[in-house]
């Protein structure tokens, strides 16, 4: 078995916001299994807002700071690059389908909260460690710094 890889503290505002992703994603669960009963279509509402409120700045500041150099590093057809803009492309249209979408709400809410749970492990165990190897210490300086002076994109 091959060590966890040490989040780069430069990285950490990005693993905060997947903190709280993951945790709306759980309200979903939550919901499903009638630990935390709520109204399926005000659930939809409450998550669309978060994902049009919050986590989009999120896939934002991914896309506009961290994408631009790793691609730089390992080309634009890395099949990690690819991979990361299918499921933010997947993820938007899943969250734009919980409000506006045809058929079952709850079979939408249960597509957007698994493709996040899913999207943010991957992230976590592959996408930003393969970008803390291939990124220079000047650049996770920069992408930090950028990071720091945007905030949080998701509130606890
Ligand atoms: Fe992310």
Redo the contacts with the bound molecule.
Sequence with gaps: MTAPVRRDPRLVP?SH??HV?LFRAREVVLAVDGVQPQEPESLARHLAAFFDGELVQ??EA?EQHLLPPFVAHVGVDHPLVVELMRQHAEIRTLAAALTDGEGDVWERLKAWSTAITA??RW?EREWFNAVQEALTEDELTVIGEALKRAGPSCKV
């Design positions: 990005l916001d997947h992703a999120h896939f991914e999207h943010v992230e």
